[in-house]
């Protein structure tokens, strides 16, 4: 650390930062090299984001000073982090939805007081940055319409088109497939020829190993470790994030299928504006397995949930539950479906499976609060919801163990462990999980898959929505793959791997197949 | 015992009839160096409030204005029987107060009638404030005045809202009049307090008569404003605190019309041109006509209608 | 998690009295610049706001109305509407309970036409706030706009009513004949008084107390009911209503037509209370102070009564104050009332974080 | 017939001016996040300071100035409230609205004594109908001279501006960097503060762009379309033109639209009063009154359907994740 031949791309001195009472940050040093690819991990709430947000500008530390390119540089706001250049993917996306990606591209490096000029020059420069990186991109899709990958795709081109030699990435592989993370990092090992630094945030090890250089260790605020990542491994750095020893496997005995609890035949279903979103779905679903649904996001997985949940009204098709048909005729609603002992833990907490405003004893009844075990006659029995809260919290290590505390200040691990747990404990018979760990930390990953595994061996169907090809292989006994709203392939949990997986999401595996014998 | 007046919620500057007494107030100010003490409710609960307020400390007599104080006055009164009120433009039968009321009527008769004999069209308009029955009262005598001079006149009558805001919205004025100005009106008046601003302002710019209301207008836009109702709540007022002085102050009804000079048409600098001697004598002729009950002019007000 | 360090009383006393003081001071500024002292001013306004017992009673009855719009406001709030019809739905309550009374009072005893004169408030309110809410629930209107609209169309409605139907022969007034006795809502000093107990002659009437029982209600079906669970669902989340199988129209159409139920009250105070005919305007604009009430009441029943207080305060000192100063004249007040709004409302963050940060600094160190 | 026509679409131009104003400022303000129902206080404040201007100065032009100075000082009390203190949007604008309702009277009443109302102005102190060239020339050609010397001809000048302003704001937002910013802070504001774009700066701006347009409106009130202030004299236009806002999406030329069908309605209501309809007889006043507002209605939920306003209305921006 002392013999400074070269000077650190970035480097962070005493960097703290206090959240009201909440110390996010506490006397960070780190060092990076330049060229380098530089990886950050620690559990939820350990002070990532709040370090990277420091060194983007978008909070100000509290004490402590950064260098780039060893000349201290006072980052106030973005915009003396972008002059120092520095880029950032943030964890929740950047855009103006509504934007067009070249819209989105030059908002803040507009290039005079009329767009006409700017976006001419944009267009042209977007085209070298896709040609060089392999960044392709529509420039004239409106965000919103694109999948998650590209959305990605635009934040990085956004950051490049700024000139940044200083690429920050909050938890980027969150989202994609494994295809889209692979090329992800494609991009990044091609900006670091090009001499961009990278500082990587990831909850996946894997990624770590596969794709830094070095690696730094965080918790509770604090850097713990600073690690070479050839010279570690997965195990060490777990250990080192959560403070103990964690296994990364998931035990899991034979499949028992028996009944079939829930099936659809030919499923569709339309958007506001017409498009056929989900196209003539069938599946079956045993009790005693789960069924993973692969897919890269965006190819119908959540339309399915919800027809099947009830929140939408589907289009066309049925669905045979416990003795019931339901067709478009004769819908239900996601609280009917309830009452066919269907529960169901959405993609997406924060738009659906939580009120954030609510504290967490009433977020954890949200689609049960009919139930007459929290009513009485007139008013909600509001003891019965607490003790109830607190006994799950108990359970399922809800950290704080706060019925009373907003769900908005849980962590995203907490706040996913308050949805699974009330709808397993709900005792359904069919359970659909989507996205089971999105953003979740190790330590919880792997409570939350032991709990699914448990579901499955005592006869109930669990159906699995994940583009975690790694979850969903290791949780699965059937898997079916989806693309662009229709079912392209299923197959045995057994006789999966990542690379098919990933070319049947891709609806690329037909094509290899008849080219790899020839 | 000190005298008093509550305006009603439109306020003393109303551009209207609080307007008209604020200015007889003044008048007897100026007089006599007598302070009148003056409130402005806001709200209904007020109005009955500040007259308890006032009679509580010994104020009288508390002249009123506006029949919207009617049954808060009549509330008072009977609670303070020493102090004496007078209601301009309602009716209340109790020995402590006074109710004055105007033959609108038969003032908007005369200025139709000059309306009429000014007009080349044989169109004239009428802009009410807040469709109410006492501006239906105005429109009616209006018309009544105009067919007198020319049967077969068109009257465009229009109100310019529902609510107490259409005393106060020169601008729909200023586009009725302007309405009524493209049907072929030349001449128009306006009973609508504040309203009438943009109705005068609109006939002046397009080259139009305008006639006033309640108080002399004729200087608002000199040249284009025909002549003006005009209606002495300011004699209601300034005769109540002389008269109480005086010791003549007797509860009652006191009804003002033209023959007691409660209602009259407006003559002076300002519209002496448009306003031809040969006008003049037809209106006088008019004029005492009504007074002396040759015509007879129907009052709205009594039956709900404008059959005359 | 940080309020938790900052002491109770500093967000529940300390701030809003900071802002309320903050308004004063300019208040005073402006009474200052036109020649008046205003430091006899605010002893005027709260001694007539607070001072003697028939202030009270004005203040409390000014607040009556404003709790019911404010409860409104904040009902439709917690499901996310926007109601800014509470002026209308007022309006047309009092139109049925005008009809009631004017039905009954020949014929019925007020035990029987005042329950049925609370239901037609209540029903005439919620009638009203029925269509905008079908669009919004059934057909996607913006409902900001259509209770605007709403609120024009009954004014015009009503003095079509009025001034054609209802109006007494031979009334100058645009009024409907006064009610017999029976038909009025008592008077708290009227009730008081037969205890021995003197607090003053206002217009203070059996409606507070309905007011305050709505409180009760509102609060209890806010947070201890199914249905108002299923309505903050819906007013934080509507995606996480959605998931919850929750009939996100219904709950919408239920929640205006409570919402304008309880502004439809309005009428109970002011035409049955205390003018005793039907009459124009009576509302005054309380229905759109009561979004300022239940925004700064952060739409909670305590808060509102305390908001409600505060402008009925207003509306009754500034009356006094108008009345001794006669040079303050009411607009004054209105300014004042304005400035309340804007430092104890719009800027109430103000001194709130630098404070709220001196107590957690505090705390931590 | 046709002629009735040009006369209800002559006067739809007048009526609709203050609300073309007053609802593109609500756009400026709107789509860079910030609720404005401040817009009738504007109004109502600049219409005041312009005839007082113009009153003491004996020019309209000084009387707009000051009408505008006004306004905008109203939208930086408002950008006070909401941008930098994070207050509430709605509460903020009905405070200003509340003061100076009152404020003006107050002033006006010190200032000139009248009761509440600036004295009557004319000559130089009011913008005058400007007629256009060969106006009078063409009057007679049938049709095109009567559109042209009746409908298009005889405005004031303001009237040309409002209407000027409606491209002119479509480029400003649709093809400038401002607008580029202004609509980005509307949608996201996280997006616009890590670009390294200052979102409160963003938004001030676009609340004075908003004051001067609500300047306009106001001046024309009492400067143009009126001879002087009168106290309440905004009349609800502030809140029609929040309707029209919301009517037109947000949109400059739909909000245009919608601005002209209120105005209209107004109009057609006008000439509609007293008519005598067969079998009904006459139409009370009152319903013609509602027409505009029970239209209005009837669009909306008929053809109009969800309006969807920008991402972040009314949403005070903190530096958290969403
Ligand atoms: N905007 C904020 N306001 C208040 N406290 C915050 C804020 N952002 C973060 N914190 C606090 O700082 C701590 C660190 O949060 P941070 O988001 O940096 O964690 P993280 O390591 O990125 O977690 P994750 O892996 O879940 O993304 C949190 O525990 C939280 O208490
Ligand atoms: N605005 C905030 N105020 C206080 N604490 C916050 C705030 N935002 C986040 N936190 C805290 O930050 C911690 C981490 O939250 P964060 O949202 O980063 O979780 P997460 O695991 O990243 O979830 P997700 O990936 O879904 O965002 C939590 O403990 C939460 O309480
Ligand atoms: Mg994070
Ligand atoms: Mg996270």
């Known amino acids: 650390m002392t013999n400074k031949t070269t000077p650190y791309a970035i480097e962070l001195q005493d960097i703290s930062k206090r959240f009201g009472a909440v110390q996010a940050n506490k006397d960070i040093c780190l060092q990076v090299p330049a060229g380098s690819i530089h990886g950050i991990i620690g559990e939820n709430g350990a002070g990532k984001s709040t370090l990277m947000s420091i060194i983007y500008g978008f909070y100000e530390a509290d004490t402590g000073h950064i260098e780039v390119d060893g000349k201290r540089v006072d980052i106030r706001s973005s915009q003396d982090a972008i002059n120092a250049g520095i880029g950032m993917v943030h964890q929740h996306f950047m855009l103006v939805e509504n934007f067009s990606v070249l819209e989105n591209v030059i908002l803040g490096a507009e290039g005079g007081a009329l767009l006409k000029g700017g976006v001419d020059a944009a267009r042209i420069e977007l085209q070298r940055l896709a040609k060089e990186y392999s960044l392709d991109i529509d420039v004239d899709a409106i965000v919103e319409e694109l999948p998650v990958g590209l959305q990605q795709r635009v934040e990085i081109l956004k950051a490049l088109y700024r000139g940044a030699r200083i690429l920050i990435l909050d938890e980027p592989t969150g989202v994609l497939t494994p295809q889209e993370a692979d090329h992800l990092f494609r991009i990044l090992k091609a900006l670091k020829d090009q001499g961009v630094t990278v500082l990587l945030i990831t909850h996946k090890l894997r990624e770590i190993m596969a794709s830094t250089d070095n690696v730094s260790v965080m918790r509770q605020g604090q850097m713990v470790a600073h690690r070479e990542t050839a010279k570690t491994d997965k195990e060490e750095l777990a250990e080192l994030m959560v403070g103990k020893k964690v296994r990364l496997t998931v035990d899991k005995g034979e499949a028992k299928p028996s009944d079939v609890f829930l099936s659809a035949r030919n499923l569709s279903q339309f958007d506001s504006q017409g498009v056929k979103r989900l196209k003539n779905v069938s599946l079956e679903l045993r009790a005693g397995e789960i069924l993973g649904i692969a897919g890269v996001s965006g190819n119908g997985q959540s339309e399915l949930l919800n027809v099947l949940s009830g929140i939408e009204p589907m289009g066309e098709g049925e669905i045979h539950i416990a003795g019931q048909v339901i067709t478009a005729n004769a819908p239900k609603n996601a609280a009917q479906m309830r009452e066919l002992k269907m529960a169901h833990v959405p993609e997406d907490r924060h738009k659906m499976g939580l009120v954030t405003g609510f504290e967490a004893y009433e977020a954890a009844v949200l689609g049960y609060h009919n139930s007459d075990t929290y009513n009485g006659k007139v008013l909600m029995d509001r003891k019965v919801m607490v003790d109830e809260c607190n006994e799950r919290m108990a359970a399922w290590d809800v950290r704080p163990p706060n019925p009373h505390l907003k769900t908005a200040n849980f962590s995203g691990g907490n706040q996913q462990k308050i949805v699974i747990a009330r709808e397993v404990e709900q005792n359904p018979d069919i359970l659909l999980i989507g996205q089971p760990t999105r953003g979740v930390d190790i330590g919880a990953i792997e409570n939350i898959h032991e709990q699914i595994v448990k579901l499955r061996d005592s006869g109930k169907a669990v159906l699995l929505v994940s583009v975690e090809l790694d979850e969903i292989m290791a949780l699965s006994d059937r898997i079916i793959v989806m693309f662009d709203g229709a079912v392209v392939g299923e197959l045995d949990a057994k006789d999966a791997d990542e690379r098919t997986l990933g070319l049947m999401m891709a609806n690329a595996y037909s094509e290899e197949k008849e080219e790899v014998p020839a | ?308 | 998690m940080s309020q938790a360090k900052v002491p109770a009383w500093v967000n529940i006393a300390l701030i809003p009295f900071l802002n309320i003081m903050l308004a004063f001071v300019v208040s005073g500024l402006i009474i200052l610049a036109i020649g008046e002292d205003p430091i006899e001013a605010a002893g005027y306004l709260i001694y007539g706001a607070f001072g003697y017992d028939e202030g009270v009673g004005y203040t409390l009855y000014y607040a009556t109305n404003l709790i019911f719009t404010g409860l409104a406001v904040s009902v439709a709030f917690k499901g996310g509407l926007f109601n800014i019809g509470g002026e209308g739905q007022a309006y047309i309550g009092g139109l049925g309970v005008g009809l009631v009374c004017l039905a009954l009072d020949h014929t019925m005893p007020f035990y029987i036409i005042a329950p049925l004169a609370i239901l037609g408030a209540a029903a005439f309110g919620a009638a009203w706030a029925y269509v905008p809410a079908y669009l919004q629930a059934r057909r996607g209107s913006h409902i900001v706009i259509t209770t605007i609209m709403f609120n024009f169309i009954a004014s015009s409605l009503m003095v079509y009513l009025i001034v054609n139907w209802l109006k007494e022969d031979g009334r100058m007034a645009p009024n409907s004949r006064t009610f017999e006795e029976n038909a009025w809502m008592p008077y708290l000093h009227e009730l008081f008084s037969p205890l021995g107990i003197d607090i003053g002659d206002s217009p203070l009437n059996v409606a507070f107390i309905i007011a305050l029982v709505c409180c009760v209600f509102v609060w209890g079906l806010i947070w201890h009911t199914r249905w108002g669970y299923q309505l903050r669902t819906l007013g934080t989340n509507p995606t996480a209503a959605k998931y919850a199988g929750i009939d996100t129209a219904k709950v919408t159409i239920w929640a205006m037509l409570i919402s304008g139920g309880l502004a439809g009250f309005v009428g109970i105070n002011e035409i049955m209370g205390v003018n005793h005919s039907l009459l124009l305007n009576f509302t005054a604009g309380y229905g759109f102070a009561g979004i300022a009430v239940a925004l700064m009441g952060r739409n909670h029943p305590i808060g509102i009564i305390l908001a409600a207080i505060l402008f009925g305060a207003l509306y009754q000192g500034g009356s006094e104050l108008a009345f001794e100063i006669p040079t303050i004249t009411p607009e004054i007040v209105i300014v004042i009332q304005g400035l309340v709004i804007l430092f104890s409302g719009a800027l109430e963050h103000m001194f709130k974080d630098r404070i709220e940060g001196f107590f957690i600094r505090r705390a931590v160190a | 017939m046709f002629e009735t026509l040009i006369l209800m679409l002559d006067a739809t131009m007048r009526v609709s001016t203050p609300l073309i104003f007053a609802a593109l400022a609500g756009l400026y303000s709107e789509r860079a996040g910030i609720v404005d129902i401040g817009l009738e206080g504007k109004i109502l404040g600049s219409a005041f300071a312009a005839a007082a201007g113009a009153a003491v100065f004996g020019s309209a032009w000084i009387g707009l100035f000051f009408g505008i100075m006004a306004s905008v000082s109203l939208a930086m009390v408002h950008g006070f409230a909401c941008i930098t203190h994070r207050g509430d949007h709605i509460v903020s604008g009905v405070a200003i609205n509340t003061i100076v309702a009152g404020l003006t009277v107050t002033l006006s009443m010190n200032w000139f004594g009248m009761g509440g109302q600036t004295p009557t102005l004319s000559g130089d102190s009011r913008f005058l109908s400007v007629t256009l060239p060969f106006a009078d020339a063409l009057a007679n050609v049938p049709v095109i001279g009567l559109i042209y010397s009746e409908l298009l001809s005889g405005h004031n000048i303001l009237v040309y501006l409002a209407f000027a302003m409606v491209p002119v704001t479509y480029w400003v937002i649709y093809k400038t960097r401002f607008g580029l910013r202004l609509r980005a802070v509307g949608e996201n504001p996280h997006a616009v503060d890590t670009a390294g774009i200052s979102v409160a700066f963003i938004r001030y701006r676009a609340l004075i762009v908003c004051g001067i347009l609500c300047g306009l409106a106001g001046a024309y009130l009492s400067t143009a379309h009126n001879a002087g202030f009168l106290k309440d004299m905004s009349a609800g236009k502030g809140y029609m033109a929040l309707a029209a806002l919301i009517f037109g999406k947000w949109r400059p030329v739909p909000v245009l639209l919608a601005c002209l069908l209120f105005g209209f309605l107004d109009a057609v209501a006008i000439r509609m009063q007293g008519v005598v309809i067969p079998g009904i007889g006459e139409v009370p006043v009152q319903a013609i009154e509602v027409l505009p507002y029970v239209l209005t209605v009837l669009l909306l939920a008929g053809f109009i359907g969800k309006a969807i306003g920008p991402k972040a209305i009314g949403r005070p921006y903190v530096k958290e994740r969403a």
């Not at chain 2, 007897?28 to 509580?56: C, D, H, S």
């Not at chain 2, 209106?283 to 009950?293: P, W």
Request: overall charge negative; some cysteine.
């Open chain 2, 1 to 308: 015992a000190e005298p008093a007046v509550v305006y009603d919620q439109a306020g003393k500057f109303d551009k209207s009839f609080n307007e008209g007494v604020y200015n007889g107030v003044k008048k007897y100010t100026a007089e006599t160096g007598i302070q009148v003490r003056e409130f402005e409710p806001k709200n209904e609960a007020q109005v009955e409030q500040g007259l308890r307020r006032l009679a509580k400390r010994g104020y009288s007599p508390i002249v009123t204005v506006g029949f919207n104080m009617t049954s808060a006055v009549e509330k008072v009164a009977k609670d303070f029987p020493e102090v004496n009120f007078t209601i301009i433009d309602g009716v209340i039968d109790l020995p402590n107060v006074q109710s004055v009321v105007f033959k609108e009527h038969e003032g908007s008769f005369i200025v139709g009638a000059v309306a009429a004999m000014a007009s080349k069209t044989n169109a004239v308009g009428f802009v009410g404030g807040m469709d109410i029955p006492l501006v239906r009262k105005f429109g009616c005598g209006y018309e009544q005045g105009v067919k007198h001079v020319s049967s077969n006149a068109s009257v465009f009558q229009n109100m310019t809202g529902s609510t107490g805001a259409a005393f106060n919205d020169p601008t729909k004025g200023s586009e009725l009049a302007k309405s009524q100005f493209s049907k072929g009106a030349d001449v128009v008046f306006a009973a609508a307090g504040g309203t009438g601003i943009g109705v005068y302002q609109a006939a002046k710019d397009e080259g139009k008569l305008a006639i006033g209301v309640d108080s002399n207008q004729n200087h608002i836009q000199p040249g284009t404003m025909l002549t003006s109702m005009v209606k002495r709540v300011d004699l209601a007022a300034y005769n109540t605190y002389k008269d109480s002085v005086a010791g003549t102050w007797a509860p009652g009804l006191v009804v003002l019309g033209l023959a007691e000079g409660g209602v009259d048409w407006a003559l002076d600098d300002n519209n002496a041109s448009l306003i031809t001697a040969d006008m003049k004598a037809k209106v006088q002729d008019i004029r005492s006509k009504i007074v002396s009950g040759d015509i007879k002019v129907h009052d709205y007000m009594s039956d709900s209608t404008c059959n005359y």
